[in-house]
């Protein structure tokens, strides 16, 4: 791979774990509206990554768009309140990866996630002074790919990656005319990526040599 100029990370399943807490904020919501529902882990882990309408329609099928979009945005909103609390797993080399990668790199994050949570959850880690910017599906409720370019634009960058963990990052990855990096210890499984890493450190040692 030609040495880049820009990592562009994605948050869940790639930098850290906060499924629980996503689940609790949606059994908060269902109890407060007496919906009789209740969602655990598993239920949510296949749909990791995945824009806001789509996990609306797999959770909420009975309640039509509007409404169930109005359920979603309440979930985030609590969610805003609880993250920073509850937080999550963050996987292990993130942090020190992050560092060590901000000597020779632009970072940037872009999630398919609420409005303001990077910045909930870099505030979490204490990853702010590596994070040169931040970009998340709630801002406009657009692909990745679109935003990818946002981010491009904006700053200029010539040579990016988006490092991700899912079939869709990658899917994403390639509409946006950019090299895909995958690592497998997320949520997400597929055949289809430029290089690929069982773990961060191996990630951070890749980019450094490089």
Not at 48 to 59: P, Q, R, S
Not at 98 to 106: A, I
Not at 185 to 194: E, R, S, W
Request: hydrophobic residues 40%.
């Amino acid at each position: 791979m030609q040495k880049p100029d820009s990592i562009i990370f994605d948050m869940d399943g790639t930098l850290w774990d906060a499924v629980d807490t996503y689940a609790q904020s949606w059994n908060i919501i269902f109890e407060q509206k007496n919906i009789n529902r209740v969602i655990e882990r598993h239920h949510l882990m296949n749909m990791m990554g995945w824009e806001g309408k789509k996990v609306v329609a797999a959770l909420l099928p009975e309640y039509s768009e509007d409404e169930g979009m109005e359920i979603y945005n309440t979930v985030t909103t609590l969610r805003s309140d609880i993250l920073p609390k509850m937080g999550g797993r963050l996987y292990e080399g993130v942090i020190d990866g992050l560092k060590q990668l901000s000597t020779q790199y632009q970072l940037f994050i872009l999630s398919n996630c609420a409005k303001g949570h990077i910045r909930l959850f870099m505030d979490w880690a204490g990853i702010n002074e590596y994070i040169v910017d931040e970009f998340a599906y709630g801002v406009n409720r657009m692909p990745k790919h679109h935003n990818i370019a946002l981010l491009q634009q904006k700053h200029h960058l010539k040579n990016p990656v988006y490092v991700g963990d899912t079939e869709g990052d990658g899917q994403q990855s390639r509409l946006a005319g950019i090299p895909f990096v995958f690592v497998s210890y997320g949520f997400g499984k597929t055949d289809d990526y430029d290089v690929k890493f069982d773990d961060f450190t191996s990630l951070t040692k890749y980019f450094l040599d490089l």
